[in-house]
C-alpha cells in the first residue's frame, strides 16, 4: 500500500468527496472561524486542542486536516505524526481559502 500522502488539492479532495471515498474531515480553526463557514462534514478541533482531544481523530481511514490557509492544519499534521505516530493524517493544501478560489467560488472568504 503507498503511503499516506502529506497534503492533498482541494481539487482532489473535491472528486474524491464526490465519488464517495470517506474521509474524515477535521477542522483546526478557532470557532468563530469554523462558525463563519466550513467544509460540510467537517469537525472542529481547535489546533490548540489538538495534543488533549487527539483520541477523537481517527487512527484507521484517512483524515483530511483543514484551516484557513494550510499552516495551522500542517502544524497539526506535525503534530499527529511526529507525537501520535499516526499515518492516516493529511493537509488540505491551501486550506479553506484554496477551497474557495480552487472548488467553490461561493465558499466565504475572510
Request: proline content about 9%; glycine content about 8%; charged content about 25%.
Amino acid at each position: 500500500m503507498d503511503p499516506t500522502p502529506l497534503e492533498i488539492s482541494p481539487a482532489e479532495l473535491h472528486r474524491r468527496l464526490q465519488a464517495g471515498e470517506d474521509f474524515q474531515l477535521v477542522d483546526v480553526r478557532e470557532p468563530e472561524e469554523f462558525e463563519y463557514c466550513h467544509l460540510p462534514g467537517s469537525v472542529l478541533l481547535p489546533l490548540d486542542e489538538v495534543p488533549r482531544r487527539a483520541a477523537e481523530i481517527r487512527t484507521e481511514g484517512p483524515v483530511v486536516l483543514i484551516c484557513h490557509h494550510g499552516v495551522r492544519s500542517g502544524q497539526a499534521l506535525g503534530y499527529l505524526r511526529q507525537r501520535q505516530a499516526r499515518t492516516n493524517v493529511i493537509n488540505l493544501r491551501g486550506g479553506v481559502a484554496a477551497w474557495a478560489a480552487q472548488v467553490d467560488p461561493k465558499f466565504p472568504r475572510y
